[in-house]
């Protein structure tokens, strides 16, 4: 089992940058896919990006390629979503998750595959 921290998040403005951080407990975190996604008021939860177990592939949200780079640290147990070039429609709150997996290559972008979530994290982009 895994236990998942978001932080980071916060008040910027447009164009600006913020990095969010998810911290994870246990030893395993090397044997977990990471996924982070965003939920607006009155939307549905949307993927953002994933990462790899060992942080070799990520994939993104068409709407933030170019402007988001998901990274992992596994000495740290963490991983990151820094987040440039924000627009008021990233305003969210984002949250990080997880799931164990054996497959070195394997992502996954469906939220329904996660199996651990963190409590999110507000990030509000005033124009």
């Known amino acids: 089992q895994v236990q998942l921290v978001e932080s980071g998040g916060g008040l910027v403005q447009a164009g600006g940058s913020l990095r969010l951080s998810c911290a994870a407990s246990g030893r395993t975190f090397s044997s977990y896919a990471m996924g982070w996604f965003r939920q607006a008021p009155g939307k549905e939860r949307e993927f953002v990006a994933a990462i790899t177990r060992g942080g070799g592939t990520t994939d993104y949200a068409d709407s933030v390629k170019g402007r988001f780079t998901m990274s992992r640290d596994n000495a740290k147990n963490t991983v990151y979503l820094q987040m440039n070039s924000l627009k008021p429609e990233d305003t969210a709150v984002y949250y990080c998750?997880?799931?164990?997996?054996?497959?070195?290559?394997?992502?996954?972008?469906?939220?329904?595959?996660?199996?651990?979530w963190g409590q999110g994290t507000q990030v509000t982009v005033s124009s």
């Open positions: 998750a997880a799931k164990a997996t054996t497959g070195s290559t394997s992502y996954y972008v469906s939220a329904q595959r996660y199996h651990y």
